[in-house]
C-alpha cells in the first residue's frame, strides 16, 4: 500500500495536538494499515480505458494539467496509533473533459487515508475519479489515474466515446499451462493459447458464445447495456486473472469488461494437494509467457 509521505510525519503525528492541548480526537478518522483504497484493481493490474471510465467509484474523467499543489497535514487514528498523513488539494487547470467535468478548473483532493496519488505541480495527468457533493474531485491511489504520457491508449477510447458504436464488449484472453509450478524455481510457468475453447456469457434475455482463436483471444461485442456472468466450461481447475475478479457483472453502453483465464491441469496435483486441509483451491495469478 502507498503511504504518502515520510515515515517521520507518522511517527510525530499529533505531536501539534499534545503541544497545544487541543480536541484532535472528534476530527479523527480512524483507518488500519490495510485499508482498501477505491478502486483496489488498477493498484495492481493494468484496467482498459473502456472498463476503469464506467466503474461505479467514478464519475469525473478529464485530462489538465496541475498549476497548484497545497500539502495539508490530516491527523487519523492507524491502528490505533495517533498519526498525521498527508492530504493534497491540486487545482488543475483542464485541457479536455470526458465524463461529468465542463469546468476549465477543477479541485481534485488526494489523500488523508493512505490512498493519496502522488501528484506534482507542473505535470499533465489523465485524471479518474469521484465527483464530491462539495464539487471538489476526489482521486485514490487506485482510480486509474495517470500521467499523460503513459495514457494514449485511454486517451484514443475517451476521445473516440462520441462517435463510437453503440454496444459493450467482452474479451479477453486463454491460456493454458504446460508445465506444473515449482515453488523451489522462481521462473515464469510457460503457457499456450487454448485454441477452439469455448467461453459462455450469459445475458439478462439471452446468451452468447465465443470462441478462443490462435491467438489465445476471444471476443464478443456490440452487446446491449446490461448484467452479464461469464463461464469457461472445463474439467480442469480455471484461474481468473485479476485473481477474484467479479464473473457477474454490469455494462454499460461503449463500456467493456477484460477477462484473462489459465487453465492448470497440473492443479489437482500440486496446488489442489497443498489446499486439501482447509478445502479449497487458492489461484496464483501467473505470470504469462505465452508462446504467442
Same mark, same amino acid.
Given at each position: ?63 489538465? #494539467? ?13 491502528? /490505533?496509533?495517533?498519526? $498525521? ?17 465542463? !469546468? ?6 488526494? /489523500? ?18 469521484? #465527483?464530491?457533493?462539495? /464539487? ?7 482510480? @486509474? ?12 477510447? $475517451? ?36 485454441? @477452439? ?8 434475455? #439471452? ?11 476471444? !471476443?464478443?461485442?456490440? $452487446?446491449?447495456? @446490461? ?46 494437494? !497443498? ?18
Amino acid at each position: 500500500m502507498f503511504v504518502n509521505r515520510k515515515i517521520l510525519r507518522l511517527l510525530l503525528g499529533f505531536c501539534s495536538c499534545l503541544i497545544l492541548n487541543c480536541d484532535c480526537q472528534s476530527q479523527v478518522t480512524a483507518i488500519s494499515r490495510d485499508h482498501s483504497c477505491e478502486g483496489d484493481v488498477p493498484c495492481t493490474w493494468d484496467v482498459p480505458a473502456c472498463e476503469s471510465t464506467w466503474r461505479p467509484y467514478i464519475s469525473a474523467v478529464f485530462l489538465g #494539467r496541475a498549476v497548484e499543489v497545497r500539502e495539508e497535514d490530516v491527523p487519523i487514528l492507524l491502528d /490505533g496509533e495517533k498519526v $498525521l498523513t498527508e492530504k493534497l488539494h491540486v487545482t488543475f487547470e483542464v485541457e479536455e473533459g470526458y465524463i461529468g467535468v465542463q !469546468e476549465k478548473s477543477v479541485t481534485v483532493t488526494s /489523500g488523508g487515508d493512505l490512498c493519496g496519488y502522488p501528484f506534482s505541480k507542473g505535470h499533465e495527468y489523465l485524471v479518474y475519479g469521484r #465527483r464530491l457533493e462539495s /464539487g471538489v474531485i476526489y482521486v485514490s491511489l487506485c482510480s @486509474g489515474t495517470k500521467w499523460k504520457k503513459d495514457a494514449t491508449e485511454d486517451l484514443k477510447y $475517451l476521445r473516440g466515446l462520441p462517435n463510437a458504436p453503440h454496444g459493450a464488449t467482452i474479451y479477453g484472453t486463454v491460456d493454458r499451462f504446460e508445465e506444473p509450478s515449482n515453488p523451489r524455481v522462481k521462473a515464469i510457468r510457460r503457457g499456450t493459447a487454448a485454441v @477452439g475453447q469455448k467461453i459462455v456469457i450469459r445475458g439478462s434475455n #439471452r446468451s452468447y458464445e465465443a470462441t478462443v482463436d490462435a491467438h489465445g483471444k476471444f !471476443e464478443l461485442s456490440a $452487446l446491449p447495456a @446490461g448484467q452479464y456472468s461469464i463461464l469457461l466450461n472445463s474439467n480442469e481447475i480455471v484461474n481468473i486473472v485479476p485473481p477474484h475478479l467479479p464473473t457477474t457483472f454490469d455494462l454499460v453502453d461503449k463500456g467493456c469488461a477484460r477477462f484473462n483465464f489459465w487453465i492448470d491441469p497440473f492443479a489437482q496435483k500440486d496446488a489442489g494437494a !497443498e489446499n486439501e486441509s482447509n478445502g479449497s483451491r487458492t489461484p496464483k495469478a501467473p505470470g504469462n509467457q505465452n508462446s504467442n
